[in-house]
């Protein structure tokens, strides 16, 4: 009974960069952005191919109330969920900003694979 309280107490809701939601734990930091100059369709492709050698893409998706400088998608790295943006930061220049988020099958933050998956499109770019 006392674990089913503390199970409910810590579980809560939290909204990802793609502007979804799901259930995890809501405290603490779990995504690392980076900026580079490239356009969004570099940067997107890069954290694709990032994505498929790592794990699985599981969803791609243009976030609700965004023009096309904006793209995101869900996919699957050692069983963990990661979610990642891409934008425009000034749609007149070639900067491009990417946040991965990631969290473990338990819903808990895991910023070190956040890290290195960023990090992982910061070296597919410069190929």
């Known amino acids: 009974m006392a ?16 502007d979804t939601n799901i259930a995890g734990n809501p405290v603490g930091r779990d995504a690392v952005a980076g900026r ?3 356009s969004v369709d570099e940067v997107y492709r890069a954290a694709i191919q990032v ?5 699985t893409l599981l969803t791609e998706y243009i976030p609700h ?3 096309n400088v904006v793209r995101a998608f869900m996919g699957q790295v050692n069983q963990n969920k990661v979610w990642v943006r891409v934008e425009a930061v000034d749609p007149q220049t070639p900067i491009t900003q990417i946040t991965v988020e990631a969290r473990t099958k338990w819903g808990n933050q895991d910023l070190d ?14 190929r």
């Open 3 to 18: 674990l089913a309280a503390i199970a409910i107490a810590t579980a809560g809701c939290v909204t990802t960069v793609s």
């Open 36 to 38: 580079y100059q490239r």
């Open 51 to 55: 994505i498929n050698n790592d794990g």
């Open 65 to 67: 109330d965004t023009t």
């Open 113 to 126: 694979l956040a890290h290195e998956l960023e990090k992982e499109v910061a070296l597919q770019l410069a």
